[in-house]
């Protein structure tokens, strides 16, 4: 391994070091058996949705899915992971960095793999700043700048395309015109307080008096990010928004690579819908496209509840299954489509992104994370 990536890895998390170690062992512990705890409730909720939908019914249906028709679908996974990875690797270079596509690949492979480890969508977005910081050549403010307009720009393409599903099923008679309507205005409105928020938060005569406060909020979570940002010796938190304010409207003003990251982040979102739609019609029933727009949506938006259940397990199965049989899928179909759809992320997205980890320092890295933190996965040895 390349000497500079496992100096990075042994020094990333070194700030953290316990001073006590029966204190760090008895922390290390405790925070195992909670993430455990979450995870059993999961797996609980799951069995018991399993169980109302019936169980005989649900092997039935996926007993008759074909292997090839996995390998497809696990090709499609494949194709959204990349373009994920290809939409912040535009961000990079629209930001004026380069770094290699591979690598970039590579750390946001890695990082959705520690995600699940930890349960948190925080230390996801934290590696892809650090990393992407440390192989881009970038200073922490410019990186972040990167990693928040990715999920701006997500967020922003669910609820456009959210939009128009439900828009088109409204004019064809699946929604009731009040409710689409209603609906239709809630993710516009969202839309239009994004979109606001970023000209407002680029606005010097809006950011001179705020000044103070956002340095009073940024300041934890831009501590957290120095003491794994240790190559950046001259960091301070007023650096940090100074170097994610200009670099976020240099972002904004590339009108070119704007728009290449919304076609990228369409082709991510694209390959989730076809994920679910190719399930469902391997399973025998072919669903409007719309309808697994609204679905996936809906999804989305489960998996952003605050609760420490790892992927929101049971909970994301059974609302995804509850919003197709309101669609007319049959309920049987519906819920061996979400477990299946659980399945194929699960096989595919933890061995895929687990080679992705070990290959830029695994073992390292988790190592500094148990000890900066005071956690230990139950799979480390």
Known sequence: MDEGRRFCFQTIFSSHVQSSVGEAVVAMKRSSFVRLGWLLVGILILLLFISYMGASGVLLVLSRVSLIAIVLLILVELVGFLMYGTTWYVLIRSSGHRIRFGMCQTITFASVFISFLTSSGFVLESMRVVLGSKEAGMHTGESASTVILHRVVYIITVLVTTAMAM??????????????????????LLIIVILVGIFVSLSPRFIKPLQSVMTRIVRPIANHIQRLQEHEVSWTVERFLTDYENTFRRLLSNRRGMLLTFFCSVGDWSCSIILLWGILLTLGHVASVWIVVIAMAIGEMIEMIPIPIPGMLGIYETSLTATLITFGVPGTISASATILLRLITSVFDIPATGYAAYRYGYGVLMRKLSGSTGVIHPTMN
């Open 167 to 188: 828009l088109t099923l409204s004019v064809r008679g699946w929604l009731p015109p009040a409710e689409a309507v209603h609906l239709e205005l809630a993710a516009g």
